[in-house]
T-cell receptor, first 109, second 115 residues
Framework: DAKTTQPNSMESNEEEPVHLPCNHSTISGTDYIHWYRQLPSQGPEYVIHGLTSNVNNRMASLAIAEDRKSSTLILHRATLRDAAVYYCIPANRDDKIIFGKGTRLHILP | NAGVMQNPRHLVRRRGQEARLRCSPMKGHSHVYWYRQLPEEGLKFMVYLQKENIIDESGMPKERFSAEFPKEGPSILRIQQVVRGDSAAYFC?????????????FGNGTRLTVT
């Protein structure tokens, strides 16, 4: 399993962009990079995933470094509802989705 | 489309009783995953099932815990002779194919309290 390193916590102001970093230097060439989040008292929620190219969806953007050893989840305009724990998870065909400690994101009004 | 349905939302059991947690995956999803989250801790993988088959149960405690996903009906996580340490939130997720390239859709969990 690829190891990941994420900040324990981050703060951002409401209505500003947020960049959540993740280091995954031991990732293999076939690992997809997944991001999930968990809001308080709820189940985890899928955010986005990608392999090599940057990815966009209605929730966020995923920027993957060219060497794939790191990635950044971008929330373009944070709201109070984005306060959650964000998990960066590399996974390949033989892996299940394994959650680490994640980054607790605080949004300041 | 209905999401992943878990019931009950809250379950209270006395020590030694059995707990049965149910998970109905999203329509068309044949892959089910169970996770456990102890208070103030992270999510731990327990078991991965496809219809009628256990694919990976490496996260399941060796005793008292079992899971099934029958051809018809919901997936069931069964905990026999519950102990206080089993108190946790149990989350189920489903996907249409293996989760490495497919989003997992999670339910809102069953919160088990053992008294």
């Amino acid at each position: 399993d690829a190891k990941t390193t994420q900040p324990n916590s981050m703060e951002s102001n409401e209505e500003e962009p947020v960049h959540l970093p993740c280091n995954h230097s031991t990732i293999s060439g076939t690992d997809y990079i997944h991001w999930y989040r968990q809001l308080p008292s709820q189940g985890p929620e899928y955010v986005i995933h990608g392999l090599t190219s940057n990815v966009n969806n209605r929730m966020a953007s995923l920027a993957i470094a060219e060497d794939r050893k790191s990635s950044t989840l971008i929330l373009h305009r944070a709201t109070l509802r984005d306060a959650a724990v964000y998990y960066c998870i590399p996974a390949n065909r033989d892996d299940k989705i394994i959650f680490g400690k994640g980054t607790r994101l605080h949004i300041l009004p | 489309n209905a999401g992943v349905m878990q019931n009950p939302r809250h379950l209270v059991r006395r020590r030694g009783q059995e707990a049965r947690l149910r998970c109905s995956p999203m329509k068309g999803h044949s892959h089910v995953y169970w996770y456990r989250q102890l208070p103030e801790e992270g999510l731990k993988f327990m078991v991965y099932l496809q219809k009628e088959n256990i694919i990976d149960e490496s996260g399941m405690p060796k005793e008292r815990f079992s899971a099934e996903f029958p051809k018809e009906g919901p997936s069931i996580l069964r905990i026999q002779q519950v102990v206080r340490g089993d108190s946790a939130a149990y989350f189920c997720a489903s996907s249409p194919k293996t989760g490495y390239n497919s989003p997992l859709h999670f339910g809102n969990g069953t919160r088990l309290t053992v008294t």
